[in-house]
């Protein structure tokens, strides 16, 4: 597939960095025995606080076209969300319908990122975003622009004793933060971001979340 349509450099320290703040937030998953449960605690405090709530479209892969990744995953907060509904870009949705739309992104392996512009006080957009088209996981992977996205208090570590070197989570992780090297897995903490995706999907339930030192 062609990447002429990638975001450029220019366009994204330009149009983005320094606009607003891009604040990756962990799942927080925990393994109970043979269930994944998704804690997604942070986000939901930022809907419940909501008025309103809107669910449209990913405009970043919609322009982009770089994946197959769900669209219908973009949720706007208050202002926001009345504005995009009023125009007719998104339609109303209420706290569970909110929920249900980060749980099939999460699925999905997207990882969801709050976006709260200079003027205002809290977040005004949860995205779910992906490396190949999102402008500030592009930023960060591509470009290596630090200030792209802001990272979450979180890391992933490994249990040695217990990875089987699966390359699940190679798969899974949006950063590049992980690769295999001779058959061994290889896990980069300086590029981790915190976002969980990798601890729901582990096999051998060898990764988990920890508060960033």
């Not at 320094?18 to 109970?32: L, S, W, Y």
């Not at 957009?125 to 088209?133: G, H, L, M």
């Not at 208090?153 to 089987?164: G, S």
Request: charged letters at 25%; one cysteine or more; glycine letters at 6%.
């Amino acid at each position: 597939m062609s990447r002429r349509d990638d975001w450029t450099k220019e366009e994204i320290e330009k149009e983005y960095v320094g606009k607003m703040t891009a604040v990756t937030i962990p799942v927080n998953v925990h393994i109970d025995g043979q269930q994944r449960i998704l804690d997604l605690s942070e986000m939901k405090r930022i809907i419940t606080e909501a008025k309103t709530i809107s669910l449209g479209e990913c405009g970043c892969r919609k322009q982009m076209k770089q994946c197959d990744a769900p669209l219908n995953v973009c949720l706007g907060l208050d202002k926001n969300a009345e504005d995009v509904i009023r125009k007719g870009l998104a339609r109303r949705v209420n706290f569970k319908q909110a929920l249900e739309a980060l749980e099939r992104s999460h699925a999905a392996g997207l990882v969801h990122i709050t976006y709260t512009f200079k003027k205002d006080e809290k977040p005004v957009w949860i995205c779910s975003c992906c490396s190949c088209c999102c402008h500030s996981l592009s930023g960060l992977v591509r470009f290596g622009i630090p200030n792209a996205v802001v990272t979450s208090n979180h890391v992933a570590v490994n249990n040695p004793k217990t990875c089987t070197n699966c390359g699940t989570c190679v798969t899974r992780c949006q950063f590049r933060a992980r690769y295999l090297e001779e058959g061994k897995l290889v896990h980069n903490e300086s590029r981790c971001f915190g976002c969980g995706l990798c601890v729901s999907t582990c096999p051998a339930e060898s990764i988990s979340l920890v508060k960033r030192n």
